[in-house]
């Protein structure tokens, strides 16, 4: 056998087992399949774990770029919240111009009070009460006072408060003054009044004398609020 012959059955040879094995890759029934998309595009068609069956949850209201915001404060229904102050201030008026104090009430208990008619200013009263007790009183407000038969009190003069609560110790005295009538004859329903209560903010009254005669008071009755100084009390 020629030297020709022998390579060209050597390659026939060769022919024949190559199209045997690709004969049997088809063979097995399979054939190439179709893997689908790559490891990374099948990942990101993934849901997420936050992510909820059938759908996807958005992020809570108030996060913003990963952070998280600060949740409200709650107060549970049936309470309140008590406010703070701004600082210590003037002591607060009660009902009837009183104001809170440390002290006891300076009352018709453990006081003295006095009417006494004046020359100057003209048909004025001071009012004077005395502590009379061991301990120190605060006279707050002003002067309750009813005179003879009326069924009324006599206005205050706003204008008259004091700037610091009239605190008597033990011996000292607080002052009002009452301004019975117009000076120049310009009240009307004037009467002739021959007793006087006077009521103070807390505690009992007391009853101080007039003078024999009366006092002649008019629809221009009007008191001042106690003050420290006889000289404030009848400067209205």
């Known amino acids: 056998m020629s030297a020709r012959t022998a390579r060209t059955r050597l390659l026939a040879a060769t022919t024949v087992a190559l199209a045997a094995l690709a004969l049997t890759a088809c063979d097995n029934g399979k054939g190439v399949r179709d893997e689908g998309p790559s490891a990374a595009s099948n990942s990101s068609s993934q849901p997420t774990a936050s992510t909820a069956d059938g759908g996807t949850t958005a992020k809570p209201a108030g996060e913003t770029g990963g952070s998280t915001a600060t949740p409200k404060s709650t107060t549970t229904p049936g309470t309140t919240t008590a406010g703070t102050?701004?600082?210590?201030?003037?002591?607060?008026?009660?009902?009837?111009?009183?104001?809170?104090?440390?002290?006891?009430?300076?009352?018709?208990?453990?006081?003295?009070?006095?009417?006494?008619?004046?020359?100057?200013?003209?048909?004025?009263?001071?009012?004077?009460?005395?502590?009379?007790?061991?301990?120190n009183c605060d006279l707050t407000g002003y002067p309750i006072a009813r005179f003879g038969e009326a069924q009324s009190v006599p206005p205050v003069a706003e204008s008259t408060h004091p700037q610091a609560v009239v605190t008597l110790t033990p011996g000292e005295s607080g002052y009002a003054g009452v301004l019975l009538s117009a000076a120049d004859g310009s009240g009307s329903n004037g009467y002739t009044a021959k007793t006087l209560v006077v009521g103070f903010a807390k505690g009992s009254s007391?009853?101080?004398?007039?003078?024999?005669?009366?006092?002649?008071?008019?629809?221009?009755?009007?008191?001042?609020?106690?003050q420290q100084s006889l000289d404030d009390a009848l400067a209205y």
């Open 85 to 135: 102050s701004g600082g210590s201030g003037s002591a607060g008026k009660n009902g009837g111009g009183t104001t809170t104090t440390r002290n006891p009430a300076c009352n018709g208990a453990n006081t003295k009070t006095t009417a006494t008619e004046v020359s100057r200013p003209l048909n004025h009263l001071l009012l004077t009460v005395t502590n009379t007790g061991a301990k």
């Open 206 to 226: 007391a009853t101080p004398a007039l003078p024999a005669k009366g006092v002649h008071v008019d629809d221009k009755l009007t008191v001042t609020y106690w």
